[in-house]
């Protein structure tokens, strides 16, 4: 068993006693020049690793020249001190080009595996070590780990041997888990594809295969059962706006609210309202704000999107409770209250949104107009019809939702465990035998 010693580092607690405590700038030189290239390799850095940068598809923010970027040469280690929140922003290169200015570029001294500090500084992030040396604005703006802050910042230092041991331990079992993490993703990206197709079929057609098809009339669905109409959005709702609020007027408890980030969020399933999403306003915004209520049978569309494929993303309600619509949202007003189930399932089909995604406008972030949506057409069944498809593909979905949510249970414990490995053995919690 290892002899430890106290580290003097509170979120490290022991070490062994052959590991030394330094700062960063002990170990690593934080590289400071300009490229000053004419036609440099532009690189990015991502969890998944720091990639080439494709800069002919206008993706992200474009600089205007290149020439103050930063060299990067095989095994610099890349940190991006502007995000110390989402999680392990850092990466070693495998690939030589230029990197933003923006982002700290360090290059290892002798005596040091700058694998080994990857896996440390991942830790940093996780544990929220450097989010408490940060300054900035505010917590969600602007807050920043400063590069002279990074150079005194403590690291514990193994001996060169023990560094290459973990390393290479932490790397096979890491491969193992991130196989195993693929695995599952692919499993979800399956079900999520079946879960489309089952509910695309049943919005489109119903469930009587030998049905009698008509033209439909409109240019984003060709045929369409014979008894099934085609109707505008206008007709059957009335449109809003949601609140004119911000982050700034969140509380932790009030008036409920589900704005566009909630909307876009993973584990919105869209056909009902996860109370998860749920945020919080004073109860004052109640009184002069009734249009933004949300009643039983309505919609809530976020009306900006990052990509095209969130164009159309909504909540539907399906009870009586409390709930107003947040900020860069829209509401659809339900003029008649009926069940509107079947076409919260067709709002999710990628069919019906090709009508918002088409009219989208915007290059960064893409936007749909309450007029684009409730001139958007939608294919009606007759209302027994529409009951029979939304309690059927409430059965199918909520089989496919439970197997997706416990395969992403899965994922939480993988990186759970992933990160506890790291954390035993880059702190010499444990040794690698």
Known sequence: MTKMKDSGIRWIGEIPTNWNVIRVKDAFVRKKTKAKQKNPTILS???????????????GQLAENYSDYNPVKIDDLVLNPMDLISGDNCNISKVEGVISPAYINLRYKEGINPEFYNFYFKYQYWCKAFFAHGKGVSFEN????NSDTLERFPLILPPIEEQNCIVNFLKAKCSEIDSLHNDIEKQIDILEKYKKVIITEAVTKGFNSNVEMKNSGVEWIKEIPKNWKVNKIKYLFTSGKGL????????????????????HAKNNNSVDINKDLLRFVSYGYQKYNFNCNVKKNDFIFADTSEDKDGCGNFVYKRDDSLLFAGYHSIILHSKIQQDNRYLAYLFLTDLWRKQLRETASGVKVFSITQKNLINSSIILPPSDEQIEIANVLDKKCYEIIKAINEKREQLIILDNYKKSLIYEYVTGKKEVE
């Open 45 to 59: 850095l991502a969890r998944s690793g720091i990639k080439i940068r494709d800069i002919t598809n206008n993706e």
């Open 142 to 145: 602007r807050w920043t780990l």
């Open 244 to 263: 004119s609020i911000t982050k700034e007027n969140l509380i932790d408890d009030g008036l409920p609210v589900i704005s566009y980030g909630q909307i």
